[in-house]
């Protein structure tokens, strides 16, 4: 077989196919499992069209759909398998992965083992002393070996070696000493683990649905071997498979636990909540289907000639400069989270970049002590956000912060050097109570959270800079700054160009950071001035139970966040090709 | 290749055993004998937010106790976490998904939310069977938990939990500071009936004027109870006597608004919004408004002498706020009447001194004995300053049966808050209060 692919002139060639009539036979077997599996998707649908299996709106459309594609999926694999088809080999491995999956899933739920990831952490303390009586036996036993080694030489007997025979038995004695000890801490650690409750447990959880459970195992045993069928080495010559493609499927079978993580926890949500964006549900009872009622009311905007003329559900927004007319909206607190983001964005990130790429510069000029300083900026990075946050939190406490006291101290030294006093000794900026404050005091925090990481970018990227180009500017006549000007930022332009974009949407993203500040008041506090986008839907879902309006605000953020970073790509895009 | 076989498999038998462990065996968690429960032992999983990892531990505790005494509960306890949000939070999504507890606490407030929407048990029958008796705790929580969610007012058949525990606001006093202000003591002041709204703020002025640099003469949280015991102490109210309406616009609500307004205004306070628990805690902070929860904190002080004090009394005596929660049983649980008994056991005279014992709250049930039991909970040594609160007509925080109180909170705050920070005048107030949180009668 390797001889012919070799040899075909091109990969368009029809590929080689192994004439194999006994796995041709097992191949049947697997299209006879897509039959029972389209059977399945079948009887799904009938209990869902007939309403048989009494299921809400959202359910019946989600088994629908999965029983449908269920269904397409299994009838298209025994149509491929049929015609010997790569594809067919690779929807089948794809199929089979799923059902197995899912059997997995319903057995780990059906067997409560899940609860056993939960209190994992307590049982392995408590079996902790027996998992070390385990270590000390086979180092124990490990010892006794090497000792016995030793003492005989390889291939020797112990009747031939009369002069060590004791102490080789000895050795052996050791030996099996340390496997007692080996079993006794396995059996201790068994008893810690409630080995004498896991057989009832088992039966008690088998007991409450056999049928269930003997069918799920079934469908898994059966699944698990279709895939060994499928991706068997026969099973590529059987369908032509090149090495590369075969790789390739073997690349996806590892590739499967993230990709399917990814899928269920994160592609999966942003769907349901595309979905949820046009219903009205407070999470708990049916959702009703309202269309593009969220995003209208979300979105709505009015223009009007007075407050008393704004439409119905409509409050003033903002006066408009120029003219008597109003701005009003149907949710002036989602315009106000955009409003706060925004400017929280152009204070914000200039910020975190621009300090970030001052201290990278600081730090590749290499003054005494640059590497402790590199760690010293990277801790922000490391710490957790909350912590953090809740020390800057006192910090910024009005009354006895630190920041106010500093600010008091440093203008009690401007007042020695400035006759008249003009400055007050103490002050009482209301960082966090303040609406004028509240957002700068979320800035500083943002930025001191950011700047250690971009810092390491902003480094690395300086450490890609060729000399030459430096030692040209300088023969060139160029300073210090016409060479940062014309050589660094230049060939920065790729780091800042990651560094923006990644904390543009970081900052989007705002939510820990006001939440920990915030706290005990409510949420966005003081009179909303720290209220972002993120903020406002989670008020909105977890607080007041609106999670189709909550989706909507998350839909708005998302397609204001990817036309941000498209914008940007662009942006650099276009400057690659000037360049 | 057989070393990861064998290490691969000993973590799923771990795994797989640990789960046993959790489920068939007592949930002591430290390896203890357990004692063998009877034959129609239930199963349950029950949780509350504890205010600490102490009164978690307590908690557990008496779970544990409850299991080994043989009435045929085997509990599972589950602390949630301290912060409120977060309990509410997971055990929301936890109820969407059907794998919440059988019995959990929540918030007063939100029993109203739970009970529409069919989360929670109406446990009329099971409570009737068992003898329970409404009236063995106070009647503010009670009869909150007693309605007919239909009418939105108190009627038989309708049993939704039972409170677990009761508090209450009190001044916090650093009395070193009062002493430096030269001023008498408001517990003195108190006890002499003079503990008014003029005493108040006579002693947070003279408590700022001569405490010294950056002190402050009283300082209270920037959420609804701070603002709205000035409101109901002038005699106002948040809503309509039959709750499904706004109120905070009526005279009395806007003298309480006004006045409070007022000493921050003047500089008494630390300013409205900040927290004041840290300069309370630096000794910077005279009085303190808040809970009996805040005591486990105040605990830990060294550095001067405090204790507390009743809040001052307005046009309306009394009026301070009477916090709770309750336990309440999930509607799916597939045995009411054993959630129903370990509901009974969890809101026990003793359970309940055990857990007051620790700091944090008052019993709820509204015994002599439960009293008398509480005031030997020092410090603070004037622990009647809490009962007062309890006892004297107080205000029961309450769910809004018709309405949406989350919505409620977030508009009148608001409301409150721009007054607070001079964005709006007291008549711009009084015009838009009732506007703004008129949705969530809706």
Redesign the interface.
């Known amino acids: 077989m390797s001889s012919a692919v070799t040899d075909a002139p091109a990969s368009r060639m029809t590929p080689y196919r192994a004439d194999d009539p006994a796995f041709g036979r097992l191949v049947r077997l697997v299209q006879a499992w897509h039959v029972a599996l389209a059977v399945g998707a079948i009887w799904v649908l009938v209990n869902v069209s007939a309403g048989i299996w009494e299921l809400t709106s959202v359910p019946r459309t989600a088994y629908g759909v999965l029983g449908s594609l269920l269904l397409a999926l299994n009838v298209l694999a025994i149509f491929l398998l049929a015609r010997r088809s790569r594809s067919g080999r690779t929807l089948s491995f794809l199929v089979s992965a799923l059902v197995a999956l899912g059997c997995v899933v319903l057995l780990f739920r059906s067997l409560e083992l899940a609860e056993g990831l939960d209190v994992f952490a307590g049982a392995f303390e408590r079996a902790f002393p027996p998992l070390m009586l385990v270590s000390v036996g086979v180092i124990w036993w490990v010892i006794a070996r090497r000792v016995r080694t030793r003492l005989l030489p390889p291939g020797a007997l112990i009747t031939d070696f009369n002069v060590n025979a004791g102490a080789v038995r000895a050795a052996n004695a050791l030996m099996y000493a340390g496997l007692a000890i080996v079993a006794v801490g396995g059996a201790w650690w068994l008893w810690e683990l409630r080995l004498q409750n896991a057989l009832s447990f088992f039966w008690d959880a088998i007991s409450a649905d056999p049928w269930g459970i003997l069918a799920a195992a079934g469908i898994l045993a059966l699944a698990t071997w279709a895939l060994r069928t499928i991706i068997s080495p026969r099973s590529a010559q059987y369908f032509g498979v090149e090495s590369a493609q075969a790789e390739a499927l073997t690349g996806w079978l590892y590739l499967s636990p993230n990709l399917l993580g990814f899928l269920a926890f994160f592609a999966g949500p942003l769907v349901f909540s595309l979905i949820i964006s046009f219903y009205d549900w407070d999470g708990l009872s049916q959702a009703v289907f309202i269309g593009l009622e969220n995003y209208t009311k979300t979105l709505g905007l009015s223009v009007a000639g007075s407050v008393d003329a704004l439409p119905a559900g409509y409050s003033e927004l903002v006066g408009l400069p120029l003219t008597d007319s109003v701005l009003g909206a149907s949710d002036p607190l989602f315009w106000k989270s955009i409003r706060n983001i925004f400017v929280f964005l152009v204070i914000a990130v200039p910020l975190a970049v621009g300090s970030a790429l001052f201290l990278a510069i600081m730090i590749q000029v290499g003054y005494r002590g640059t590497k402790a300083y590199r760690t010293i900026f990277f801790i922000p990075s490391v710490a957790g956000v909350i912590g953090v946050t809740l020390i800057w939190k006192q910090m910024l406490n009005s009354t006895v912060g630190f920041v106010n006291w500093a600010i008091g101290e440093f203008n009690q030294f401007v007042n020695l050097l400035v006759p008249g006093n003009p400055l007050p000794d103490r002050v009482e900026f209301g960082w966090l109570s303040d609406p004028t404050f509240a957002l700068f005091a979320v800035i500083i925090v943002f930025a001191w959270s950011q700047f250690g990481f971009n810092t390491v970018l902003f480094t690395a990227g300086l450490q890609g800079i060729s000399r030459e180009l430096y030692e040209a500017a300088e023969l060139d006549g160029a300073n210090a700054w016409q060479a940062f000007r014309n050589v660094t930022l230049p060939q920065l332009k790729a780091t800042t160009f990651f560094v923006t974009a990644t904390t543009v949407i970081l900052a989007l993203q705002l939510f820990d950071i006001v939440y920990a500040l915030n706290q005990p008041n409510p949420v966005g506090s003081p009179d909303n001035a720290t209220l972002t986008p993120v903020v406002y839907l989670y008020q909105l879902g977890f607080q007041q139970s609106a999670f189709g309006q909550a989706s909507a605000v998350a839909w708005v953020l998302f397609i204001i966040i990817f036309f941000f970073t498209l914008a940007q790509f662009r942006r650099q895009r276009a400057d690659a090709e000037g360049s | 290749m057989r070393i990861r076989h064998a290490a691969a498999g000993a973590i799923v038998?771990?795994?797989?055993?640990?789960?046993?462990?959790?489920?068939?065996?007592s949930p002591t968690?430290?390896?203890s004998p357990s004692v063998s429960p009877p034959a129609e032992t239930v199963d349950l999983r029950w949780r509350t937010r504890p205010d600490n990892d102490a009164e978690a531990a307590v908690y557990k505790g008496i779970s544990d106790k409850i299991t080994a005494s043989g009435i045929g509960l085997n509990l599972k306890y589950e602390a949630g976490n301290s912060?409120g949000?977060p309990y509410?939070?997971k055990l929301?999504?936890e109820?969407?998904a059907g794998t919440a507890p059988d019995v959990f606490w929540i918030p007063g407030t939100d029993i109203a939310?739970f009970a529409k929407?069919?989360?929670i048990l109406n446990a009329s029958d099971v409570s009737a069977a068992a003898g329970f008796n409404a009236a063995d705790f106070y009647a503010g929580p009670m009869d909150q938990l007693l309605v007919d969610p239909a009418s939105g007012v108190k009627a038989d058949g309708f049993v939704w939990g039972v409170p677990r525990d009761v508090s209450t606001f009190a001044l916090y006093l650093n009395l070193d500071l009062i002493d430096k202000a030269g001023v008498e003591s408001p517990i003195e002041l108190a006890k002499a009936g003079k503990w008014d709204w003029a005493a108040f703020e006579a002693t947070a002025k003279a408590i700022r004027n001569e405490g010294g640099?950056?002190v402050?003469g009283f300082g209270a949280?920037?959420?609804w109870a701070n603002w709205g015991y000035f409101v109901n102490s002038a005699g106002g109210s948040f809503f309509k006597d039959d709750r499904t309406a706004c109120n905070l616009d009526s005279t009395e609500s806007i003298n309480g608004i006004e006045y409070y307004k007022g000493l921050y205004d003047a500089g008494y306070g630390?300013?409205?919004?900040?927290?004041p628990e840290?300069?309370f805690k630096?000794g910077?902070?005279g009085m303190f408004i808040n809970g009996r929860w805040a005591t486990p904190g105040a605990r830990e002080i060294t550095d001067f002498n405090w204790d507390v004090a009743p809040l001052p009394t307005g046009a309306a005596p009394g009026k301070d706020w009477q916090f709770w929660g309750a336990y309440v049983i999930n509607a799916k649980t597939a045995d009411p009447a054993a959630a129903w008994k370990l509901v009974a056991e969890l809101t026990s005279i003793e359970v309940q001194n055990e857990i007051s014992s620790l700091g944090a709250n008052i019993p709820s049930r509204d015994s002599q004995e439960a009293r008398d039991a509480f005031l030997t909970y020092t410090p603070p040594a004037n622990n009647q300053a809490f009962l007062d609160g309890v006892q004297n007509d107080p205000v029961a925080e309450g769910p809004l049966w018709k309405g949406?109180w989350?919505?409620f909170?977030?508009a009148s705050?608001?409301t409150v808050?721009?007054l607070m920070?001079g964005?709006i005048t007291i008549d711009k107030y009084k015009e838009t209060i009732c506007k703004v949180t008129a949705p969530a009668f809706k």
């Open positions: 038998l771990a795994v797989a055993l640990s789960a046993c462990s959790s489920t068939a065996s968690g430290d390896g912060e949000s509410q939070d929301k999504t109820l969407g939310d929407a069919g989360l640099a950056g402050k949280g920037g959420w630390v300013p409205f919004g900040e927290d840290p300069v630096a910077k902070l949406n989350p919505a909170d977030k705050g608001d808050t721009a920070n964005k």
